[in-house]
Antibody, heavy 122, light 107 residues
Framework: QVQLVQSGAEVKKPGASVMVSCKVS????????IHWVRQVPGRGLEWMGGYAPEDKETIYAQNFQGRVTMTEDTSTDTAYMELRRLRSEDTAIYFC???????????????WGQGTLVTVSS | DIQMTQSPSSLSASVGDRVTITCRASLSIGTYVNWYQQISGKAPKLLIY???NLESGVPSRFSGSGSGTDFTLTIGGLQLEDLATYYCQQSYSLPFTFGPGTTVDIK
């Protein structure tokens, strides 16, 4: 059974960066395709990006291009999401989740971390 | 980007009622729709994938149907533990997008 455990809540000032971690257990990171989804409190879900196994690269949503970097440390089975140049609108819960192993077409998100609240406030 | 809309935005039903939630895509996406349940304060949970396939461990009262632009999630006999917000998600093209959600309340 795959489990994803995320790092704790963060409070950041506008313009700063934040890095959220996602520790995998039950599988190795190389067996999974990690994606990141965020949720502004009281609002819906927004896909930020994730690993595309067929292309062997990470794909980012246009809304976050240039501000986000998703990385993985296979030695510790931990995935990371760094978001830079934070603004108040980035206040949200950030989730890591696992996607499909093959093509991105038809991807569903079957395992989820517990979420990390990032608050951006001056 | 493909826009996903849902109706209704919220509903209230009694235990045992049959509940239907509709999701519409802004263009035809085949059967590339997934459904999630999010209980307040928790992470989303996958219920249905590729329109009609029940995720392992999900009760059989949940079912999905549809293709093209119109999709439906049905709860065939609402239970107290189904109090949650339900989201559809398209996996046809990038960026993956979610519907705004339907909140199900128990009368």
């Amino acid at each position: 059974q795959v489990q994803l455990v995320q790092s704790g809540a963060e409070v950041k000032k506008p313009g700063a960066s934040v890095m959220v971690s996602c520790k995998v257990s039950g599988h190795t990171l190389t067996q999974l395709s990690i994606h990141w989804v965020r949720q502004v409190p009281g609002r819906g879900l927004e896909w930020m990006g994730g690993y595309a196994p067929e292309d062997k690269e990470t794909i980012y949503a246009q809304n976050f291009q240039g501000r986000v970097t998703m990385t993985e440390d296979t030695s510790t089975d931990t995935a990371y999401m760094e978001l830079r140049r934070l603004r108040s609108e980035d206040t949200a819960i950030y989730f890591c989740t696992t996607g499909s192993q093959g093509s991105l077409l038809g991807t569903n998100f079957d395992y989820w971390g517990q979420g990390t609240l990032v608050t951006v406030s001056s | 980007d493909i826009q996903m809309t849902q109706s209704p935005s919220s509903l209230s039903a009694s235990v045992g009622d049959r509940v239907t939630i509709t999701c519409r895509a802004s263009l035809s996406i085949g059967t590339y729709v997934n459904w999630y349940q999010q209980i307040s304060g928790k992470a989303p949970k996958l219920l249905i994938y590729v329109a009609s396939n029940l995720e392992s461990g999900v009760p059989s009262r949940f079912s999905g149907s549809g293709s093209g632009t119109d999709f439906t999630l049905t709860i065939g006999g609402l239970q107290l533990e189904d109090l949650a917000t339900y989201y559809c998600q398209q996996s046809y093209s990038l960026p993956f997008t979610f519907g705004p959600g339907t909140t199900v309340d128990i009368k």
